[in-house]
């Protein structure tokens, strides 16, 4: 059964672009979530889906955005990028929405900003 | 806001010898679960515990949910240089999303 699948790696942007990571969950599952993973604040929740709909918020400003396809496929977009968005973005996908439903994580997308 | 707190933040320790973190809150959570990260990997699932004072043993590696469910430890016995990597607890919420903790960051000297 094939895991968590997330695109690109690794990505180096400059301040002021903006960037769109995607995420293929685990066939079947139908929540994926996001987090953001720095040394210094640990991992962070930003947003969950559900059946394509935003089911959970953290607490991340408006420039940080996502979606969720029919195939529950999801994509984050973070626009006006700044030195301070660089980390590694985690997606975890789970069978049902939830915060008890175990967790299944891809390996991640580290984004540098230059 | 719920917050975890993990203890110690970081530990080394040779091979063979024994270890225990710790995972606590102020608040109450309906289950929490246990994840190993390795370097350039995403964080894998190692345990999800639901009922206060449940203990589950994976191998070498045990843990306990407290009874107040505010609380969590690991154990982990004989460690070997594989176990090294960071650990985290997550907090569930119910219909909420996961709380996670800083992690314990454990190196494991061969």
């Known amino acids: 059964k094939a895991g968590v699948t997330q695109t690109p790696r690794y990505l180096i942007k400059t301040r002021g672009q903006q960037v769109t990571l995607s995420c293929s969950p685990i066939?079947?599952?139908?929540?994926v979530s996001w987090y953001q993973q720095t040394p210094g604040q640990g991992l962070q929740f930003l947003f969950e889906?559900?059946?394509?709909?935003?089911?959970n918020k953290g607490n991340f400003p408006g420039r940080f955005s996502g979606r969720q396809f029919s195939n529950s496929r999801s994509e984050m977009n973070v626009s006006t990028l700044e030195l301070g968005d660089s980390a590694l973005y985690l997606c975890?996908?789970?069978?049902?929405?939830?915060?008890?439903?175990?967790?299944?994580f891809g390996d991640g997308t580290r984004l540098s900003i230059l | 806001t719920q917050l975890l707190e993990q203890s110690p933040q970081f530990l080394s320790i040779q091979e063979g010898e024994n270890l225990t973190v710790y995972c606590n809150s102020s608040?109450?959570?309906?289950?929490l679960q246990w994840y190993r990260q390795e370097p350039g990997e995403g964080p894998v699932l190692l345990v999800t515990?639901?009922?206060?004072?449940e203990v589950k043993k994976l191998k070498r590696l045990t843990f306990q949910f407290g009874d107040a469910r505010k609380d969590s430890s690991l154990h982990i016995t004989a460690a070997q240089p594989g176990d090294t990597g960071l650990y985290l607890c997550a907090g569930g919420t119910g219909g909420q999303n996961f709380v996670f903790g800083p992690g314990t960051r454990l190196s494991v000297l061969p």
């Open positions: 515990v639901v009922t206060g004072g």
């Open positions: 608040s109450v959570f309906s289950s």
């Open positions: 066939s079947g599952h139908r929540s």
């Open positions: 889906y559900f059946s394509e709909t935003q089911r």
């Open positions: 975890a996908s789970s069978p049902g929405a939830g915060g008890d439903q175990p967790q299944h």
